[in-house]
């Protein structure tokens, strides 16, 4: 399992634990230990090792980004499904833990996003996400 900023992603497989639940074992799912997002303080050598791993993870996303208009090129794929769901929380977890969204020095980022939001099914992803937000504050 992946943990990043107090999130978790799994990788799939087929022990109980991961089977209770995707019952399938291939789905992987997300985790939040709630640190961040909840108010909990980060120890600092957890904030330091997670912004080295960032800050390489950012070297290589300016890398790689070609937002032509897409982030792999001239073709919506999945890599901008990942994008369009990660990179929020990316900006969200930075901001909380950091103080900063480590993302905001991406120029095209912000209008990338805004783009994929016109497409009728990411609009609904942020619609969904809105909404799922707003019944945790209750």
Known sequence: MLKLCGFHISAPCQEDE?????????????ELDGQVFFGKPLAEEVKQSVEKDLARGIRALRARAKFDPYIAGAELSLA?????VSLPLVSLATK???????????????PYL???EERPAFRQV??????????AKK
């Not at 942020?126 to 019944?135: K, L």
């Open 96 to 110: 909380h833990a950091y103080g900063r969204d480590f993302l905001e020095d991406i120029a095209q980022l912000k």
């Open 114 to 116: 805004k783009m994929l």
């Open 80 to 84: 901008d499904c990942t994008a369009f």
């Open 126 to 135: 942020n619609e969904d996400r809105r909404a799922a937000a707003a019944r």
């Open 18 to 30: 991961f089977l209770a639940r995707t019952p399938m074992g291939k789905v992987p799912f997300l």
